[in-house]
Each structure stands twice: as C-alpha cells, then as structure tokens.
C-alpha cells in the first residue's frame, strides 16, 4: 500500500493547463503505483449506462479482462466532489463494447481533483453500490493480487509476474462483489434450463414470466436450506422431465458451497438479482396472466425496473423516518421498497420493513420478484414481507381479470401512508372494461378529461397519503408540461404542496419515455417565500473540446442527478426556516 505522504509532492506542484496536470500529476501518479503502461487505457469507452451515446473514463487500469480501477482527473477548481461522482457511477454501472474487457462493478476507483488524490473501494450498499475511502493507495502488486480474487480469463499470460500475483492473504476488494457475479451468473444459468421447459409455456410458445420466476425463486428458497426433496418436488410439479432436473441439479451443485456458507444472500446479491430480472425478463413483449372466466390466458405487457440510482435519490428526497408508514403501489421489482427499508438505521431496517413498508403490484411476476429481492435483503423476514398481488388503484377488486389478493384491502384505505413513492405505469388506459372504470373514476374525482393511466395514479397517490405524506412519483414529462393535462395540474396544486420537480433525460433501457421526478406534500401551506426546485438534467453538456472549441458531451445523469439532490437539501433547509403559512 502507498500512503499520502508518497505522493503528496505532486499536489503541490504549480499546473497550467489540464494537459500540464496529465503530464505533472496523473502519469507520476500512475508511475509511484507502479502501473506499468501496457495495463493502463486512457479514454476507455463505456456504454451511457442510461442515455445514448458512449463515455469515456480518463483511465481504466485493468488485469487480463478485469476492470479493476477506474482513474477520474481534472484539473477544474472545486471538482473533486463531482469526479468521485462521475467515478463512481461509471464504476456501478461499468458496461463495454471492448470484448476483452468483462462487465462488471469495478472495485476501485482513484479520484484526482483539486488538490487531492484519493482511492475508494466499492461497498454494497442496500440495492447499490457506494464507494468507501481507503486508508492509501493500492500499488501495482496488490491490484494484480486482488485481481486474482476475479479470477481474469488467462492468468497464464501473467506467468511473467507470477511472483508477485498470489492472491492476498487479507482482501481489500469487498468479497460481496465477487459472490454477487456468480449469483447472477447463477440465476442466468437456472433460468437458461427454465425457459426450455414445455410446461412453463403457453400454447402459443409464449413465456409464462410468472410461473418461471416462482419456479426459480421455490428452488433458491430450498437451496438455501439445503432441501433437495423440495427442489425435487418444485421441478416435478412444473412438469421438468428427468434431463432437465438433471441440468438444474447439476447448477445448484456448482454453487452448492455458495448457499451453505451463505454467500448468496446480502444487498449485492440483491442488486444482482434485480440486474439478472432487468436482463432476462423486462422489455416490450413480456407476459402477464389474465382471467377469462376460469381459464388464464398470458396476454402481452412491457415491463421496466426503475434505475436504481434514480430510485436512491427519490428515496433520498423523502427523508424517510422510522415510524414512516411507506407505500408503493405499483412496486415492480421492489426497488423503492428496498431502498426505503434501507434508509433508515441498519439495526431497525428489518422491522421497519415488514412493519411499516407495503408493496402491490398487479403483476404476479413483480409481486414474486419483490418478495424474492427483499428476502435476499433481509433473509431472515423474507416471510414477513407486506407485498401483494392487487390493483394498486383500488382498495376493493373491481374487475375479475385480475387475481386481487384480499389480504392487500386493509393496506389500500385511503389516507393511511406518511410516503407514497414510486414509478407507476405511463401508458394510455390498458386494463380493459373501459366503460366500467371511467364511471368508477367518475364517481370519486368528477368528470375526467384524460385516460391516460398516470393520472389515474397521480390521484391515487394523493388519495393514499395521510395529511402531509409525501408524494414521490416518476412520471411522464408530459404531464408536466402537455396543456391537455392544465385542468389536472390545477386540481392537483389544490391538494400539495410543491417541492421540486426533476426533469430527466431518457433513463430506461429499451424505451424513450422521458420522465419526471415530482415530489410534493399532500396538503398545501403555501407561503409567498417558498422556494420550489425547478432543476433539468439535460442529456447532454458543453464541454471544452480539444482543439479549444466545445463539443457536446453525453451526461452523467445519476452524477447530475445526485448533485441536484444536494441541491435540494439546501433548499429544503432554507424553506424550513420559514414560518408556517397558508397564506395563498
Ligand atoms: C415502471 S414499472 C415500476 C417499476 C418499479 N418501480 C421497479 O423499480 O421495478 C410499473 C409497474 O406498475 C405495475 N402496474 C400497472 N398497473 C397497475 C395497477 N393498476 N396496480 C398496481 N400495479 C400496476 C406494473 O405491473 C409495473 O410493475
């Protein structure tokens, strides 16, 4: 390990210009670590994990296929804050087109910015990833020595180096890191031997998500503890004939010690089982179970999972306390619920989530995958979980195609819920019984102009709060701005009162919809010195280019995102100084 003092030197050196700083502080840098050249590659592209275009890091220092840090410099006054953002988000979400390089999150980052240089290794952190200091920097050896933990492709093209690559005796790399690859390459591998199963079809040859997911989850749930006559029995019951069994058995036995020793639990984990089900099961042609009298036909739906960095900053926004009663009816995979039960102190998050946190959702793929996710958070509550199957817009059943589980009703009274949050739906009505449900709609908030499925959400929201409750929702920037939605926009300012609005560049894989953040009160106490946050985050920024001029660079969303979200604290705390008021 080197320490500050090896390379405080090159702090104090006088810069000219960001080339000067290349040249006096990052090569030395690299050089005091002892990165020799061939492992060092300066403006490494990398996917825009959300967002078109590439990106690219200052620098990735990698073994064989390992991406092991991830070098951010700039010379720009004040930045070192905005680099180790930009570092770290690139670290989490590190994809490449570059074949010789592997995808995965990388466990270090160097960040070099006004006047300081610091190193950080990747920590899971409830369904993501942070990145903690350490106490130096890892010289040369000690990265070739924790790169050895990942196993790169070929050590065998390192025989050069063979004395100084013994894996270390005592890790830095978290292992959680490592154990969350293989679980997800261990859910790739069951659900490959799943989908070829006849039975876990429908009669057009359509995947039926729901009932492959719940499969995969019986037999994680006994692998955990060891209980191979249930896995038997799972299979059997779905109908996999003897081959197949003998490729799922021989699976679990690959990963067998993994569950013993019980690797395969904990928040990376988590995070990789939410990766694999964006991978594997999210898109336009997904399928959902419909009732036609007593027979279920799969009919099509799109599925999308929330980005999990945007979901951390909606969660940020709401300060979630722990006798908070926390809702999200239209929960997905789980991703807010998680985040929320993580929010608050480690020693009570538990509790708080089966006593104070619900999740619905009308799909029994995301009911599944919920309660799945929030078992690998917390293992030990997994039955516990207040997650069901319902029409997140009723308290009652109100239309037979959907199997609405009765134990969700006492959850789906009106006015019970300190924080509603969430990213509902954001199509024209889709749920059928068109007539029917408009007059329903009717019926509670008058006439309605529009169909579109948010603002059905947008008011069920409202309704579900409790007098001051929260309201955090990712919607359509349409309904911000389209003058058709003016009359709603009104109705809805009667009832909150406004805290921000976000408004995003495209953020889901696979789809174009540009969304909002909306955070308000349920509520109003206006006061003619509030301040609201009105804050974009473009899809792209100025940058001085090269050859002097400027070019337009794709953002960093969640880096931008997460700055705005500071922002915000700022405006909260001044806000909060303000006397009350319904002063309109
Ligand atoms: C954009 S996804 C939410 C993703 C989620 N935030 C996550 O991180 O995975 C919208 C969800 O709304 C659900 N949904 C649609 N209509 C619903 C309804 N009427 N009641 C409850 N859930 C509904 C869909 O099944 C889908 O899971």
Redesign the pocket.
């Known amino acids: 390990m080197k320490t500050h003092s090896d390379i405080t030197h090159l702090l104090n050196k006088p810069i000219r210009n960001e080339h000067d700083y290349y040249h006096k502080v990052v090569y030395p840098l690299l050089d005091i670590l002892g990165v020799p050249e061939e492992f060092r590659w300066p403006q490494f592209p990398i996917r825009n994990p959300f967002g078109s275009g590439d990106l690219r890091l200052d620098y990735l220092l990698y073994v064989q296929d390992v991406p092991m840090v991830i070098v951010e410099a700039t010379l720009a006054k004040e930045a070192f804050a905005d680099g180790f953002r930009q570092a770290r988000n690139y670290a989490r979400n590190f994809e490449t087109k570059i074949d010789e390089i592997r995808d995965m999150t990388v466990p270090f980052i160097l960040v070099a910015a006004d006047g300081d240089i610091r190193m950080f290794r990747a920590t899971p952190k409830g369904i993501n990833i942070e990145y903690e200091p350490l106490d130096g920097f890892l010289a040369w050896e000690e990265i070739m020595s924790e790169a050895q933990l990942f196993e790169p492709r070929d050590m065998a093209q390192l025989d050069f180096l063979r004395p100084a690559v013994a894996p270390p005796t005592k890790p830095i790399a978290r292992p959680e890191i490592l154990q969350a690859k293989l679980a997800e390459q261990f859910f790739f591998e069951l659900s490959m031997a799943l989908k070829t199963v006849d039975s876990l079809k429908d009669a057009s040859g359509r995947d039926k998500d729901d009932a492959q997911i719940m499969l995969m989850n019986r037999i994680i749930r006994a692998a955990r503890i060891h209980d191979e006559a249930a896995i038997d029995r799972a299979c059997q019951e779905a109908g996999l004939d003897k081959m197949m069994l003998e490729i799922v058995e021989a699976a679990l036995k690959r990963y067998q010690q993994k569950f013993t020793t019980r690797q395969f639990d904990g928040p990376a984990v988590a995070r990789a089982y939410r990766e694999f089900v964006s991978k594997a099961f999210t898109g336009e042609s997904r399928s959902l179970p419909i009732r036609w009298g007593k027979q279920v036909r799969y009919e099509n739906t799109a599925?999308?999972?929330?980005p999990t960095e945007i979901?951390q900053q909606m969660v940020r926004l709401c300060h979630i306390q722990p006798t908070d009663k926390v809702i999200?009816?239209?929960?997905?995979?789980?991703?807010?619920l998680a985040e929320a039960a993580m929010s608050v102190p480690d020693e009570i998050a538990g509790d708080f989530l089966v006593n104070n946190v619900v999740g619905?959702?009308?799909?029994p793929f995301?009911v599944e995958t919920t309660r799945t996710l929030l078992g690998f958070l917390f293992p030990d509550r997994a039955d516990e979980v207040k997650v069901f199957l319902h029409?997140?817009?009723y308290a009652k059943p109100h239309y037979k195609r959907y199997s609405d589980d009765k134990k969700a009703e006492p959850y789906l009274v009106a006015g019970q819920y300190d924080v509603v949050i969430?990213?509902?739906?954001a199509t024209f009505y889709s749920?059928g019984n068109e007539q029917r449900v408009f007059k329903l709609w009717e019926e509670r908030y008058g006439a309605i102009q529009h169909t579109w499925d948010h603002l059905f959400f947008v008011r069920r929201a409202i309704e579900l709060a409790k007098p001051g409750g929260r309201i955090c929702l990712l919607v359509p920037d349409g309904f911000l701005a389209n003058s058709q939605f003016q009359d709603l926009r009104n109705e809805i300012w009667c009832q909150c009162e406004m805290r921000t609005v976000i408004s995003l560049p495209r953020v889901f894989k696979n789809n174009n919809a540009k969304m909002s953040i909306l955070y308000m009160a349920k509520n109003p106490r206006w006061h003619p010195l509030w301040q609201v946050m009105m804050a974009s985050v473009p899809a792209r920024l100025e940058h001085p280019s090269e050859d002097g001029g400027i070019e337009w660079v794709p953002t960093n969303i969640f880096a931008e995102l997460e700055g705005v979200g500071e922002l915000f604290e700022v405006v909260t705390a001044e806000n909060a100084e303000l006397p009350a008021s319904n002063d309109r």
Do not use: E, Q
Request: negative net charge; glycine residues 22%; charged residues 20%.
């Open positions: 599925r999308y999972f929330t979901i999200d009816f239209t929960c997905g995979s789980g991703g807010f619905v959702d009308i799909d995301c029409n997140g817009l969430g990213n509902p739906r749920g």
